[in-house]
């Protein structure tokens, strides 16, 4: 068995600026050594980001194009009314599925990707941020053959269809407060704003990390925790909704709504509700170079930051998920200090106007 490459380039976001309904895909195909394999189909869905959805449309069904004799492919997205109206309520970001076929229409390799079509600056920066953007190098299970005998391939049409959902707590930040504080608050929402692993598999091939989706969906609230106490480190956790996605196809002459073997399982949205205390964690000593001083009544906030990915998140349906969360204004601290004369918040890489974790010492 030969495993597979697939690079999958998307173009800048200047490139769809205008339109902000299309969105196009340039794919590569090669094998394990770097040789391109051509006249391999390659599957792309816009996969739905919200379970209401995925009930009421049924499906995520695919656009399909070939890889040319260098294993190029490209693939223009023109969405749909409907496909463009889920994106904005997943604040204006698209889900989406790439998906390799082999000869016989087997699918042996994933990426999953999300793409902007807004004009947030705060959202537009996330992109440098999130994997499969410009560049892609993934491997995947490649088979020659299939034990029954194949339906030809141009003749068959692929889709997704969600299979079961659960709803887990993931981690979306951290509070660190020391000691003669006023408050110290960490709050996410009222539109969510992270970005989730997706794990995906081909019919007898284990579940790996193909790619992410972007979760920004509104609630009617925000959640947040105040530090209740003195010498308060912890990890703190909201809902979120993820789906199991099974991968279909449709045959000329048949079969009809046949299973593939693979699946998916990625974010929906996030459920809201209240935000909980997940586990303590460990304040680092202060490092003098990324520290801010602050006197009497002093106060300090930030609505952004750089993300800071926590690699167990979430576990849904027995798989453990990463997640990266903080990167707009959705995501906001606020420090009140006491009356001693000195206080300090410092950061675990840069000042804490910038840096990725935040910490209160007295």
């Given at each position: 068995m030969?495993?597979?490459a697939i690079v999958v380039g998307l173009l800048p976001a200047s490139a769809v600026a205008a339109a902000r309904s299309t969105i196009s895909l340039q794919v590569r195909v090669t094998n394990q050594v770097g040789r391109p394999l051509a006249n391999r189909s390659v599957i792309v869905s816009t996969m739905w980001s919200s379970k209401a959805d995925w009930q009421q449309h049924g499906r995520a069904v695919s656009r399909?194009?070939?890889?040319?004799?260098?294993?190029?492919?490209?693939?223009?997205?023109?969405?749909?009314?409907?496909?463009?109206a889920a994106a904005r309520r997943n604040n204006d970001w698209v889900n989406l599925t790439v998906v390799t076929l082999d000869v016989n229409g087997n699918p042996e390799a994933f990426a999953s990707s999300s793409r902007y079509l807004g004009s947030k600056p705060d959202q537009q920066a996330q992109r440098s941020d999130l994997p499969h953007q410009d560049r892609l190098d993934l491997t995947g299970s490649s088979r020659a053959r299939s034990v029954a005998a194949p339906a030809p391939l141009a003749s068959c049409t692929y889709y997704w269809e969600a299979y079961s959902y659960q709803d887990r707590y993931a981690q979306v930040g951290e509070l660190h407060a020391d000691y003669d504080f006023v408050d110290a608050m960490f709050t996410y929402g009222e539109t969510a704003d992270s970005n989730v692993d997706v794990m995906s598999?081909?019919?007898?091939?284990?579940w790996y990390i193909s790619g992410s989706f972007h979760v920004g969906n509104s609630r009617s609230a925000s959640v947040g925790v105040d530090a209740p106490t003195n010498n308060y480190?912890?990890?703190?956790?909201?809902?979120?909704?993820?789906?199991?996605?099974?991968?279909?196809?449709?045959?000329?002459?048949?079969?009809?709504?046949?299973?593939?073997?693979?699946?998916?399982?990625?974010?929906?949205?996030?459920?809201?509700?209240?935000?909980?205390?997940?586990?303590?964690?460990?304040?680092?000593?202060?490092?003098?170079?990324?520290?801010?001083?602050y006197g009497p009544g002093g106060f300090w906030s930030r609505s952004s930051s750089y993300l800071t990915r926590v690699s167990t998140g979430a576990g849904a349906f027995g798989l453990t998920f990463g997640i990266q969360s903080g990167a707009s204004t959705e995501v906001k601290y606020y420090y009140k200090f006491g009356s001693r004369s000195t206080h300090y918040l410092y950061g675990n890489n840069a000042k804490p106007n910038?840096?990725?974790?935040?910490f209160q010492d007295t």
């Open positions: 030969a495993a597979l399909k194009a070939t890889t040319d004799a260098l294993g190029n492919a490209s693939i223009h997205i023109a969405l749909t009314d409907v496909e463009r598999h081909a019919s007898g091939v284990d480190h912890w990890a703190l956790r909201t809902e979120f909704t993820y789906v199991k996605m099974r991968l279909f196809k449709d045959c000329l002459g048949g079969p009809y709504h046949s299973f593939t073997g693979s699946e998916e399982v990625g974010v929906l949205e996030w459920a809201g509700g209240g935000m909980v205390n997940s586990n303590p964690v460990t304040q680092p000593a202060r490092n003098p170079a990324n520290s801010q001083t910038t840096s990725s974790r935040v």
